[in-house]
């Protein structure tokens, strides 16, 4: 069976249904605080911020989603936990915000021992890399509306508010540099199982000598690099790639970014393409394609970066033309 270019809605996600439906949600979210503490910029950046005197908060949420399946399968929720808190601290390190709490929320039809105490491991090893306190959480057994389990979490963080950083400085000219994933990460994971599922299997190996199923298995790299980078060179903007892929750095400014050298994406970007014959558009617009962070700052802070962050090389450049660009490819 051949996978046409709208692979990813055929797998059950549409992204452009999604954007339509967040706006819808946005659109309505109206009301503002009065006194102290309140909201800070608008809804729609990687997380919100909040008005601390002369520090912000920041709050973020997020989860491991269809990738949960994939554990199953395989048996083994061990690492999924990092996958949560590595969704939740990248999106905070974009805008230089330093994550310091976590709270889990753990969703299941049926209550599992062994499983609860594999996520436990995983959840405690993210909060080390990412050097955060789990300070709480909720388990909710929901059969009848929720089979199986979900696992997503909430992440605060703070930062002083002339350090942080939002994309607003971003110009043309400013150099892309982008940073290896590990992978797949938590993204896209309905298509690649989708994928798996029609031609192969989770055991069937790719040329890394891993199986698919652990590829995809393969837990979210957490960038905490990143706090040090910004406090040492110029940074003008940064993005956690995610659902959307490079779509994901239109949030940071109305500015185009072109990426004419993009990372070499691992095998097991190759193979869902070959095998599911998906577009190049469709996999930049999905995926995170190898790169899963990236920098975007002025050609000063580049030597910097490069040198501080393992595998960071250039990728591209901000344009003045708006989008975001595969060489000559618009990805939309």
Same mark, same amino acid.
């Given at each position: 069976?051949?996978?046409?270019?709208?692979?990813?809605?055929?797998?059950?996600?549409?992204?452009?249904?999604?954007?339509?439906?967040?706006?819808?949600?946005?659109?309505?979210?109206?009301?503002?605080?009065?006194?102290?503490?309140?909201?800070?910029?608008?809804?729609?950046?990687?997380?919100?911020?909040?008005?601390?005197? =002369?520090?912000?908060?920041?709050?973020?949420?997020?989860?491991?989603? =269809?990738?949960?399946?994939?554990?199953?399968?395989?048996?083994?929720?061990? =690492?999924?936990?990092?996958?949560?808190?590595?969704?939740?601290?990248?999106?905070?390190?974009?805008?230089?915000?330093?994550?310091?709490?976590?709270?889990?929320?753990?969703?299941?039809?049926?209550?599992?021992?062994?499983?609860?105490?594999?996520?436990?491991?995983?959840?405690?090893?993210?909060?080390?890399?990412?050097?955060?306190?789990?300070?709480?959480?909720?388990?909710?057994?929901?059969?009848?509306?929720?089979?199986?389990?979900?696992?997503?979490?909430?992440?605060?963080?703070?930062?002083?508010?002339?350090?942080?950083?939002?994309?607003?400085?971003?110009?043309?000219?400013?150099?892309?540099?982008?940073?290896?994933?590990?992978?797949?990460?938590?993204?896209?994971?309905?298509?690649?199982?989708?994928?798996?599922?029609?031609?192969?299997?989770?055991?069937?190996?790719?040329?890394?000598?891993?199986?698919?199923?652990?590829?995809?298995?393969?837990?979210?790299?957490?960038?905490?690099?990143?706090?040090?980078?910004?406090?040492?060179?110029?940074?003008?903007?940064?993005?956690?790639? =995610?659902?959307?892929?490079?779509?994901?750095?239109?949030?940071?400014?109305?500015?185009?970014?072109?990426?004419?050298?993009?990372?070499?994406?691992?095998?097991?970007?190759?193979?869902?393409?070959?095998?599911?014959?998906?577009?190049?558009?469709?996999?930049?617009?999905?995926?995170?394609?190898?790169?899963?962070?990236?920098?975007?700052?002025?050609?000063?802070?580049?030597?910097?970066?490069?040198?501080?962050?393992?595998?960071?090389?250039?990728?591209?450049?901000?344009?003045?033309?708006?989008?975001?660009?595969?060489?000559?490819?618009?990805?939309?």
């Amino acid at each position: 069976m051949r996978v046409t270019k709208n692979a990813y809605s055929e797998a059950g996600v549409d992204i452009d249904l999604e954007a339509t439906a967040i706006k819808a949600l946005i659109r309505n979210l109206t009301f503002r605080r009065k006194g102290h503490h309140t909201m800070l910029g608008n809804v729609g950046h990687f997380a919100g911020l909040i008005d601390f005197g =002369t520090h912000a908060l920041a709050l973020t949420t997020d989860g491991v989603g =269809t990738k949960m399946l994939v554990a199953d399968r395989l048996a083994d929720w061990s =690492t999924v936990g990092i996958d949560c808190i590595a969704m939740n601290v990248n999106d905070l390190y974009v805008m230089h915000m330093e994550p310091i709490a976590f709270v889990d929320y753990i969703a299941t039809d049926r209550l599992s021992v062994e499983k609860m105490a594999q996520i436990g491991i995983g959840l405690n090893e993210g909060a080390r890399q990412a050097n955060i306190d789990i300070v709480g959480g909720e388990t909710a057994s929901l059969k009848g509306l929720v089979n199986g389990l979900d696992l997503a979490g909430t992440c605060v963080g703070v930062q002083a508010k002339d350090r942080i950083v939002t994309g607003e400085k971003i110009r043309p000219g400013d150099k892309i540099i982008g940073v290896p994933s590990t992978g797949i990460h938590s993204n896209g994971l309905s298509l690649a199982r989708m994928i798996v599922e029609k031609y192969a299997d989770y055991d069937e190996k790719l040329s890394t000598g891993k199986t698919l199923g652990r590829e995809l298995l393969t837990p979210t790299r957490i960038y905490h690099e990143s706090l040090a980078v910004a406090d040492r060179c110029t940074i003008h903007g940064m993005c956690h790639i =995610t659902g959307g892929g490079l779509l994901n750095f239109l949030r940071l400014c109305p500015f185009g970014f072109r990426f004419d050298a993009p990372l070499q994406p691992p095998a097991i970007f190759r193979w869902i393409q070959e095998t599911g014959k998906i577009s190049d558009a469709e996999m930049y617009r999905t995926f995170n394609m190898g790169m899963g962070y990236a920098y975007v700052v002025p050609p000063a802070s580049v030597d910097t970066v490069t040198t501080m962050v393992k595998g960071a090389r250039v990728v591209g450049e901000v344009t003045k033309k708006s989008g975001a660009w595969l060489g000559d490819l618009q990805v939309t």
